[in-house]
């Protein structure tokens, strides 16, 4: 039975696993390398699990399968200058296999809550150019792109 629920720190070692199967499929996308130099979690990725599952404007939630963890949410809060506060899905990845069955579903509902729960007006969530089981995903969730980001490398291979 598919099913999420908050991470904790006995989840770090097989989150790290899933985000290393996430980072190597998603560095296939026109702006990953970027993404993951900027906005991911450092090395060693156990480290930046552990603070961001201790973060009250930070959290990480786990998608399970029998209670086996296949898959994992990040999210944040941000604090808008009009007061208002914006709830970021930083990172939403279940294994290739176990996709389609309502993990990642189960997750974004969770996320959706706490987001609800911390006061946020909207929710924002990432996918990259080509991405487009991401793009339908969250457009299937009740989200609409709002942004695009343009980008010109101005050294090195593109």
């Keep these: 039975m598919e099913g999420a629920r908050l991470a904790t720190a006995d989840d770090v070692a097989r989150l790290a696993e899933l985000?290393?199967?996430?980072?190597?499929?998603?560095?296939?996308?026109?702006?990953?390398?970027?993404?993951?130099?900027?906005?991911?979690?450092?090395?060693?990725?156990?480290?930046s699990l552990h603070r961001e599952i201790g973060d009250p404007d930070r959290t990480v939630w786990v998608g399970t399968i029998d209670d086996f963890v296949i898959g994992y949410a990040a999210a944040r809060v941000d604090d808008l200058p009009d007061g208002e506060r914006l709830g970021v899905i930083e990172d939403l990845f279940v294994e290739l296999d176990a996709r389609s069955v309502g993990v990642g579903e189960a997750m974004t509902n969770l996320v959706i809550a706490w987001f609800e729960e911390h006061g946020c007006s909207g929710a924002d969530a990432l996918a990259l150019p080509g991405a487009r089981a991401t793009k339908n995903f969250f457009e299937e969730s009740g989200f609409t792109a709002r942004l695009l980001v343009m980008h010109r490398r101005l050294k090195g291979d593109a």
């Design 19 to 47: 985000y290393l199967q996430a980072k190597e499929e998603l560095l296939q996308f026109r702006g990953a390398s970027l993404l993951f130099l900027r906005e991911a979690w450092r090395d060693p990725v156990e480290q």
